[in-house]
């Protein structure tokens, strides 16, 4: 049974199943993980070999750095909105 970033992959499910056993990863960020590591979506965990397994978890901890970009977008759109309602004479 494969095992990455501390979670027992199920070696009978096919990579994209296997994948959601991982804490924050879903289908859709499961199926990105599968085409960015450039693998097919049909293999089963069993099947994959150290240097597939090595690619994934560097799709995975690459994939983390992006996150604070989309978080500092989100934080400038609660900023402004923050302001409006500041204006009308509201505020959290």
């Known amino acids: 049974m494969p095992r990455l970033l501390g ?6 499910k096919k990579i994209g199943f296997s ?3 991982i804490y924050g990863i879903g289908p859709a960020r499961a ?8 693998l097919d979506a049909n293999m089963r ?5 150290e240097e597939q397994l090595n690619k994934i978890l560097h799709v995975i901890t ?5 996150v ?3 978080f500092e ?3 400038g759109a609660m900023h402004t909105m923050n302001a409006q309602l500041e ?6």
């Open 45 to 49: 965990a069993s099947d994959l070999s």
């Open 73 to 75: 977008e989100n934080n």
């Open 7 to 12: 979670v027992e992959l199920p070696a009978k």
């Open 19 to 21: 994948l959601r056993y």
């Open 87 to 92: 204006k009308m004479g509201l505020s959290f």
């Open 62 to 66: 690459d994939s983390h750095r992006e």
């Open 68 to 70: 604070p970009e989309a």
């Open 31 to 38: 199926d990105l993980i599968i085409a960015t590591a450039g």
